[in-house]
Nanobody, 119 residues
Framework: QVQLVESGGGLVQPGGSLRLSCAAS????????MGWYRQAPGKQRELVVS???????NYADSVKGRFTISRDNAKNTVYLQMNSLKSEDTGVYYC?????????????WGQGIQVTVSS
């Protein structure tokens, strides 16, 4: 099985920046698309951004121009640079990945990391 370990969350003032990281453990699974969802208090989980193994990205409209996703395929690690943060970016951020081994495919998730944007 694949384990995803997230890091980099915390408290930041509006207009500030944070960088999240998510590393997938080594396994027999091949890692494809990776990305981030977030869940604000009292709201449904929503897709923030995804990136394929060849670098194609898909951003939520609410973060376009402020967030940048990148990945290091050799390390099976994805990074999320978040700039110009707003209070509405507050929530728990969850990393996910598409993992395949032969005909078996599943989506592991990270444990979630808190991002709080507040003055």
């Amino acid at each position: 099985q694949v384990q995803l370990v997230e890091s980099g969350g915390g408290l930041v003032q509006p207009g500030g920046s944070l960088r999240l990281s998510c590393a997938a453990s080594e396994s027999a699974f091949r890692i494809g698309t990776m990305g981030w969802y977030r869940q604000a208090p009292g709201k449904q989980r929503e897709l923030v951004v995804s990136i394929t193994s060849d670098g194609n990205t898909n951003y939520a409209d609410s973060v376009k121009g402020r967030f940048t996703i990148s990945r290091d395929n050799a390390k099976n690690t994805v990074y999320l640079q978040m700039n110009s943060l707003k209070s509405e970016d507050t929530g728990v951020y969850y990393c996910y990945a598409g993992a395949r081994s032969g005909a078996y495919f599943y989506t592991p998730w990270g444990q979630g990391i808190q991002v709080t944007v507040s003055s």
